[in-house]
């Protein structure tokens, strides 16, 4: 990885008695997909408008490419593209025409701009809607529009803030291919959600916000190791004598049970075939069993793990 | 200059209610004008209608009065006959004749004796004009007549002064207002034209740039808009630009209509002309102050017909201020159309000149536009500052 594009330092953000950023510190280097992943209200939107001078804070400092960042920072703005959760299109202007002004807004050459616009009319692949208005558009199409004028200036840094709520799996899945592939380009992403499953397909650096604070950071295997839990077995059994239970709870690597409506989880840490291990003195005492599931952590675990509260818990 | 293009495609994409308004403003100045264009001379001309008169007393005095009838009106045959004359009349058979009489026996006798009742037998449709003029006829033959008897003229030249002061014409000469223009700066309808405006330049601009604006201002829009290089300084000068030349093309295009319905400017009508640009002014000023409120498309196009009809009444474009109450004129003063209104008629001469008092009015004018605009501002401060609190 390259240099630090992005540098939060300290960041204190009060609104009245609340504190919606905590001592929120962040470095993000060139070339990364940096994923900020936290509940609703966590403070990541917060973070994006501090990031972009949008929010006066409190406290703190934010640099971007290396320099200051300000509200005057028109240099700096001018190499970051944002797309938002909600679409921020004109209704009155076509799909060309919406393209056009935000990349307009960024880029004076015409022919310049005209070629950067016919490029994210590509990329998004709304070659045959260029003239229709974004009324007549689906939400999946409408949320590709929305990404062509983030992107259409051709920007350093790219902040998508929760860009998929709302959007059907295919969509969603087309987005983060796109998002994938900017980053391939060169572009550096700065990708807030509280889809875990997002951030963990596309992000090669996340962050773990909670309450304004940043609990956790690294890739996604260094916030799996953080945590106790390496595998969790659950089995469907319809009765399960506390002998039994106790035996599991005995075996190496096992450090917590559950048996709740008939399944039966047991939580590892480390070792290898704890499965076996399991089923094998299931058989023993001759009890019958139904389906057998074997999972590896998630980013839910690290944060359940970290904050006691599951990342979905606060889902709209 | 994006955002000022941007400005004028939305601009493009709301101004189908505006141009409805402006089309049928213009086509209603177009119908008045051609009806004024209409010659006044020809509009009043002498006609005679067609009297049939039979003479049951053929007297000398009888057949003065035939023949003074038959000076003044085309006198006709007719056959004495009741039926056919009713049904001439009546059914208008014989669409000539417009009015049947008959001089009684012993008319000459009773004119000598100072008896002027039951002279005539006659037959008209009531309340008809042939017959009105008739009777004015009749009865001004026989007061003259009476007159000159009165003061002791005897019958027959009492009749023979009558026919000779009653022969007398005044020479009335009508003319069209053009032909006496050079002595005026505007015509009636140039007055009327201009105090219709005020109604067109709210509805227009209250329907068109507010909706506009709104847009523009829209919170994502601003949001992403603030996120890239252009200046929030250059942002709000190309919508003040965009929104500028949208008030002034208006403006020119009633301008240009008022030039080519009416002729062009001159003298005073260039007060006119400075006036309805301030109460653009006001209006644009008020279209912003609007849409600094974030009202809805729907509670913009309420609020424009409210305006426009509302200061539309009260301030005398649709009702003369005359015909209102004291009260509510005295309300009307706390609205720019008023004052709009008060300088249109002091220049156009409904009310005496006084350049002092149209300065006022202009004035007043100018401080409504300055109050609307200043009320925007400290709203957008407002929100500013509760924005950057969030």
């Known amino acids: 990885m390259g240099e630090t594009v992005v540098k939060l330092d300290n960041l204190v953000k009060r609104y009245g008695e609340l504190i919606a950023l905590d001592h929120f510190s962040l470095e993000i280097k060139e070339g990364e997909i940096f994923g900020l992943l936290g509940p609703n209200g966590s403070g990541k939107t917060t973070t994006i408008n501090c990031l972009l001078s949008l929010l006066a804070y409190d406290k703190g400092s934010i640099e971007i490419f290396g320099k200051k960042m300000t509200p005057t920072s028109y240099d700096i703005k001018q190499q970051i593209g944002i797309i938002m959760q909600d679409v921020a299109v004109f209704d009155e202007l076509t799909v060309y025409e919406n393209i056009d002004y935000f990349c307009g807004l960024y880029i004076h050459d015409k022919a310049k701009r005209k070629q950067y616009v016919e490029e994210a009319i590509a990329f998004v692949g709304l070659e045959d809607f260029v003239r229709f208005r974004p009324k007549k558009l689906s939400g999946g199409l409408l949320r590709r529009l929305n990404i062509a004028c983030g992107i259409a200036h051709k920007p350093r840094l790219i902040i998508l803030d929760e860009p998929t709520v709302a959007v059907d799996p295919q969509s969603r899945n087309k987005i983060l291919e796109g998002i994938a592939e900017l980053n391939r380009n060169g572009a550096t992403v700065i990708y807030t959600s509280h889809y875990m499953e997002e951030v963990e397909q596309l992000c090669t650096q996340i962050a773990i916000m909670d309450k304004g604070r940043k609990i956790a950071e690294g890739t996604k295997d260094e916030l799996k190791r953080m945590i106790k839990n390496t595998e969790t077995v659950t089995i469907e059994i319809l009765e399960l004598p506390d002998a039994v239970r106790s035996e599991i709870e005995n075996l190496p690597h096992v450090y917590e049970t559950a048996y709740i409506d008939d399944k039966f989880t047991v939580r590892c840490s480390g070792g290898r075939h704890n499965l076996i291990r399991i089923l094998d003195v299931l058989r023993q005492n001759d009890l019958s069993f139904g389906r057998v599931y074997t999972e590896l952590p998630t980013l839910n675990d690290v944060f359940l793990e970290i904050t006691g509260k599951s990342l979905r818990d606060k889902e709209d | 200059m994006q955002v000022f293009n941007a400005f004028l495609k939305v ?3 709301k101004m189908s209610s505006g141009i409805i308004y402006i089309v049928i403003f213009l086509v209603i100045a177009v119908i008045m004008t051609n009806s004024a264009k209409t010659d006044a001379t020809k509009v009043f001309e002498g006609r005679k209608i067609g009297v049939v008169v039979y003479d049951d007393d053929n007297t000398e005095e009888s057949r003065a009065l035939k023949e003074y009838i038959g000076k003044r009106q085309d006198l006709k045959e007719l056959e004495r006959d009741a039926d056919l004359i009713k049904d001439t009349i009546y059914m208008n058979w014989n669409a ?46 026989l007061n003259t007549v009476g007159a000159y008897q009165a003061g002791g003229i005897a019958l027959s030249e009492a009749i023979s002064r009558t026919e000779s002061v009653l022969s007398a014409e005044t020479e009335v000469t009508i003319r069209n207002y053009d032909e006496n223009a050079a002595d005026h700066d505007m015509s009636p309808l140039f007055d009327d034209y201009f105090r219709y405006l005020p109604y067109i330049l709210l509805s227009v601009l209250i329907e068109v740039l507010c909706p ?14 603030d996120c890239s290089s252009v200046r929030p300084t250059s942002y709000m000068l190309q919508i003040i630009l965009g929104s500028a030349l949208f008030v002034v093309c208006i403006w020119l295009i009633f301008m240009i209509a008022g030039t080519a ?63 209102l109450s004291e009260s509510v004129a005295a309300a009307a003063k706390f609205l720019p159309a008023y004052w709009y209104i008060q300088a249109n008629d002091l220049i156009c001469g409904k009310q005496a000149f006084d350049g002092h008092r149209i300065l006022v009015c202009m004035l007043i004018e100018a401080a409504f536009a300055v109050v609307f605009t200043l009320a925007s501002m400290v709203i957008r401060r407002y929100e500013a500052g509760k924005a950057a609190a969030a």
């Open chain 2, 261 to 323: 319905f009416f002729g062009m400017f001159r003298g005073r009508a260039w007060l006119t002309l400075l006036n309805s640009f301030l109460f653009a002014m006001v209006a644009v000023s008020l279209s912003v102050l609007i849409a600094s409120f974030h009202p809805g498309e729907l509670v913009v196009n309420l609020l424009a017909q409210i305006l426009g009809l509302g200061m539309s009444f009260l301030c005398g474009i649709f009702v003369p201020m005359e015909w």
């Open chain 2, 96 to 141: 000539e004749i417009h009015y049947v009489m008959a001089i009684k026996k012993g008319y000459a006798e009773k004119l000598r004796s100072g008896d002027y009742n039951d002279l005539f037998e006659n037959y008209h449709m009531h309340d008809s004009y042939e017959n009105v003029m008739m009777e004015q006829l009749l009865t001004e033959y």
């Open chain 2, 11 to 13: 601009m493009r994409s």
């Open chain 2, 212 to 225: 506009v604006l709104l847009t523009m201002n829209k919170k994502i829009i601003r949001y992403r808009t």
